[in-house]
């Protein structure tokens, strides 16, 4: 095809397009299509609305506006189709994220795949929906945050993975809740709908339901389904953290131990037996407070000392000369936690010349990171965060703790853009720091510290974006986001990941828009999360999902380019002056083009997967920045891809690629098909008993035309017909053209590929050969090379 010939296809099209678009405007005028509705408004929730309330929400509607509960209304299944539509796709993080930046029409065909429009009965959403939602000591996981809160975090987990179908699940319900109430802060307890997650539970290796797992070690529960029997069985896998103390070793544990004390006294000898209580309570305060018994029946003389013959006391501290104590009246665990917590110092009042005395010392490198936690005055949950605050000081032992109260210290919390309450800020070595965008409970504060403690992130405003970020020869890594968003808060975890594996290579920085607004919209941040590389000042956009494997690739990629960006003179120089031997492939976009982001991504793993082929070049020219030169090439919509191929000098001959399919795989088979191949075609059943009768190896692939995987699978083949060039012969068979073959080698799916050793004696092999079941380049080359050594050590 010659350019003139492009030209004319170009037109022509385009008046096709104009046609269509009009065919379409008449036919939205006789049939309205309501695509405008919010799916946040539908469901009444908010758009930070996490996945329990968005349950939740769903439930209450689907309990009401269910068919079988209003039978009387024909438009009943109608509205309870679109509250199911609006669930489906907020509850999935990339299609909510989709849903987010380009409403309803981004949804595509991936939504439709997902979405059938089925839902289950009344019944269902009454007693079966959401089992734990309303059990605030429950955590609901989905794949997310399991990997987040159990996969890496030392908390101790008992998590239940359930089938809300399931009857057993139902009947064990009222004692898993017991069991979260009676265990609450003592261990986590979790809950996993295998229905709404069965990808998380396959992982996890759940084929039946429930299955109760205790996490870290991931054992399996295989007790009765009491509440009692599971709470003693999990006590049972926890460490004994009371100490016993005597006359005999008081002096030497007291050395060993600075932390205050909690002591149980008990004067009859049957009462001094192991508390189930002191157990929970020991774990839920250790690092915070040493618990110890004293058996006063057999210790007198210590409890007279001590001054206590029986109850429980709270010592700030024991030595040979202050036994100073408080009474403690808690009947249970949960109680003697709450006061004792009461009794703790507070973490440090910090005041404008002590944080500046910190920083100075972080930026030094000679003050160990903190954790400040920033309030004002006469905020309803002081209480409550000061006590998670206390309890912070166990899980972060490495972390000094401090609060600051902005409404004293204004001015410091006006330069860290201080604005809700609480806020907890983690400063790192070095001088950097990141805000805590979570839970404000113990546990996720204590996760996000240890996180952020060995990355590389840090939070930015506008004194340091873009100033001192956007420079020569110091890439950066920005993450633009919104608290309110759930996909962002998905994000900043893979971010965190991501700065970990790369080290110093990168920095890493976040920037908060709901604060920096002004900032955001100056730099065209509309979506969130949008994430951009700055490499060299030129700005790179983040299109793939939320892992910090492809957030690694993707920096990759940009720091060493696989794919060839070309100037209108390099295009000149390289492209119109390109050989005959050559080939180029250009993807001709615009950034501002949804086809092209997407395209972006598979374009770079295209050009990873040609990087063997030196003849071949993977490009890329930008026709916003390079608007002249994609209109000399007639380039009038994106992407459009075109191969340069072999033979033809220049651009004199060009192909466009105008399948459907623009994954890296597709693009990889329509290239190959301009290439000359090195396998070698099987034309007849007496070439095919030739093969059996070689003492040479082959190896075959036995394909069908029509077969979409075969297509795929020839570029791999090739590659393994090159990779063992001189070692092995390669070829194919066409079983349509020679289902008589095929029928011999006992090929009854495609593709088939098989691996002949060679004849011994003239003798003909077996037509079945060895089979090779992977369609992956490497395998194959791997199993081949191993089968040669082996047979030439035999030989030997």
Same mark, same amino acid.
């Given at each position: 095809m010659t350019i003139k010939d492009l030209h004319r296809k170009k037109n022509y099209m385009k008046g096709m397009y104009i046609n269509l678009l009009l065919f379409i405007f008449l036919i939205?005028?006789? &049939? $309205? $299509?309501?695509? #405008?509705?919010?799916?946040?408004?539908?469901?009444?929730i908010r758009k930070d609305a996490d996945n329990r309330e968005i349950r939740r929400a769903f439930k209450k509607l689907a309990i009401t506006l269910h068919p079988d509960k209003n039978q009387d209304d024909p438009e009943a299944h109608e509205k309870f189709l679109k509250i199911n539509k609006a669930y489906e796709v907020l509850k999935d993080e990339e299609m909510r994220k989709k849903y987010d930046l380009y409403g309803e029409e981004g949804l595509d065909d991936s939504h439709s795949s997902k979405w059938r429009g089925n839902f289950h009965s009344w019944k269902y959403y009454s007693e079966s929906f959401g089992i734990y939602d309303d059990d605030l000591e429950i955590i609901t996981l989905n794949k997310n945050e399991f990997e987040q809160s159990v996969h890496n975090s030392p908390d101790i987990w008992f998590v239940n993975f359930y089938s809300p179908q399931c009857s057993h699940c139902h009947q064990l319900a009222p004692a898993w809740r017991a069991l979260a109430r009676d265990l609450e802060g003592v261990i986590r307890i979790g809950a996993v709908n295998c229905e709404e997650d069965w990808v998380l539970c396959r992982?996890?290796? +759940?084929? #039946?339901y429930p299955s109760l797992i205790l996490y870290p070690e991931k054992i399996k529960y295989q007790g009765s389904r009491e509440t009692e029997h599971m709470i003693e069985y999990v006590l049972k896998q926890l460490p004994n953290k009371i100490i016993k103390l005597a006359a005999s070793n008081i002096e030497t544990v007291i050395k060993k131990n600075t932390l205050p004390w909690l002591i149980s006294f008990c004067l009859e000898k049957k009462a001094c037996l192991f508390s189930e209580d002191l157990k929970k309570f020991s774990i839920m305060m250790d690092g915070l407070v040493? &618990?110890?018994e004293i058996d006063c029946y057999d210790q007198? #003389? @210590?409890?007279?000392? @001590?001054d206590m013959k029986s109850g429980i006391a709270f010592f700030p501290g024991l030595s040979s000369n202050d036994y100073k104590y408080q009474i403690v009246s808690g009947d249970d665990n949960k109680d003697l936690a709450h006061e004792v917590l009461q009794l703790l110092p507070d973490p440090l009042e910090i005041s404008r010349e002590k944080y500046q005395e910190i920083l100075k010392g972080l930026r030094e490198e000679t003050e160990s990171p903190w954790l400040i936690y920033f309030k004002k005055e006469n905020n309803a949950d002081d209480k409550s965060i000061s006590r998670e605050m206390k309890r912070l000081t166990a899980l972060l032992p490495d972390v000094k703790m401090g609060q600051l109260d902005c409404s004293v210290n204004s001015e410091t919390c006006k330069e860290l853009y201080v604005q809700k309450f609480p806020t907890f800020i983690v400063f790192k070595i070095g001088g950097s720091y990141e805000i805590h965008h979570g839970r404000a409970n113990s546990h996720d504060i204590a996760g996000f510290a240890r996180e952020s403690l060995i990355s590389q992130v840090e939070t930015l405003g506008p004194d340091v974006f873009p100033t001192k970020i956007i420079v020569k020869n110091q890439p950066w890594l920005i993450d633009f986001f919104a608290p309110w968003c759930p996909p962002c808060m998905h994000l900043l975890p893979e971010v965190r990941k991501a700065s970990r594996?790369?080290?110093h290579k990168i920095r890493f920085g976040t920037v908060d828009c709901t604060i920096h607004s002004e900032l955001c919209s100056k730099?065209? +941040?509309?979506n969130y999360p949008t994430t951009i590389l700055y490499n060299d000042t030129y700005p790179h956009i983040y299109y793939g999902n939320h892992v910090h494997r492809e957030l690694i690739e993707f920096i990759q990629d940009i720091l060493s380019p696989p794919v060839i960006d070309l100037t209108p003179l390099l295009f000149s120089n390289l492209v119109e002056k390109k050989s005959t031997h050559e080939i180029w492939v250009i993807d001709y976009f615009a950034p501002w083009c949804r086809p092209c982001q997407q395209l972006s991504i598979q374009w770079r793993k295209l050009a990873k997967m040609m990087l063997n082929d030196t003849e071949v070049h993977i490009a890329s020219v930008n026709c916003q920045t390079y608007k002249n030169l994609c209109q000399s090439q007639g380039v009038s919509s994106y992407p459009d891809i075109r191969l340069y191929p072999r033979g033809s000098q220049g651009i004199n001959t060009v192909s466009s690629y105008n399948n459907w399919n623009r994954d890296a795989v597709s693009l990889r088979a329509w290239i190959y098909s301009f290439l000359p191949s090195s396998v070698e075609s099987v034309t007849s059943q007496k070439a095919f008993k030739d093969i059996l009768l070689d003492r040479k190896p082959w190896v075959i692939d036995f394909y069908a035309p029509w077969c979409g995987h075969c297509q795929t699978f020839a570029p791999e083949f090739e590659v393994v017909s090159k990779k063992l060039s001189g070692k092995v012969n390669a070829g194919k068979v066409n079983c349509d053209?020679?289902?008589?073959?095929?029928?011999?080698a006992g090929v009854s799916a495609y593709p088939t590929v098989r691996f002949y050793s060679g004849s011994t004696g003239g003798r003909h092999q077996n037509s079945f050969g060895q089979e090779i079941d992977s369609q992956r380049s490497e395998t194959i080359i791997d199993f081949i090379s191993n089968r040669i050594k082996k047979i030439?050590?035999?030989?030997?």
């Open positions: 939205s005028k006789i &049939v $309205v $299509v309501n695509s #405008s509705e919010d799916y946040y408004e539908i469901l009444g992982n996890e290796n +759940i084929w #039946s040493n &618990v110890a007198k #003389s @210590l409890c007279e000392k @001590l594996i790369m080290g730099y065209n +941040i509309r053209a020679l289902p008589n073959v095929c029928q011999e030439q050590k035999d030989e030997l």
